[in-house]
Each structure stands twice: as structure tokens, then as C-alpha cells.
């Protein structure tokens, strides 16, 4: 929170440490999305599990 109060909304993904590997944050998905609708934060695709990812780029492809 008090990284939050000083930086913002913008900054919530740092960089090189372990919390902020896409690896890491996917084992933890549910949790951040939960957290970042609580707080009316847009989702990153950076964080998104390879496989879902994957699939919504292939619903998008199908639609175009």
C-alpha cells in the first residue's frame, strides 16, 4: 500500500524482482484478478496464463 500511495496505479508491476515475473504472477492469476477487479485495475495480458492467453488470441483470429 504504501508503494501504491507513492508511485500509483501505473507503476503496480516492478521490475527484475520475482513478484513482477509473468512465471511468478501466473501461478497466482485468480488471485491478482481478483485483486485487480476489487480495485478497478485493467488486467495486463503479461500476466495472463500462456494457455488462456492463447486461446483468447485464437477467438480474436476466429472473429477478424
Known amino acids: 500500500e504504501k508503494?501504491?500511495?507513492r508511485f500509483g496505479k501505473h507503476k503496480c508491476?516492478?521490475?527484475?524482482g520475482n513478484?513482477?515475473?509473468r512465471s511468478h504472477i501466473c501461478q497466482?492469476?485468480?488471485?491478482?484478478k481478483?485483486?485487480?477487479e476489487a480495485e478497478n485495475i485493467p488486467l495486463n495480458h503479461h500476466t495472463l496464463p500462456r494457455r488462456l492467453y492463447r486461446s483468447m488470441k485464437a477467438v480474436k483470429a476466429m472473429a477478424e
Do not use: I, K
Not at 28 to 32: F, G
Open 19 to 21: 513478484s513482477s515475473c
Open 34 to 36: 481478483q485483486r485487480c
Open 3 to 5: 508503494y501504491l500511495a
Open 28 to 32: 497466482h492469476y485468480e488471485e491478482y
Open 13 to 16: 508491476f516492478h521490475v527484475g
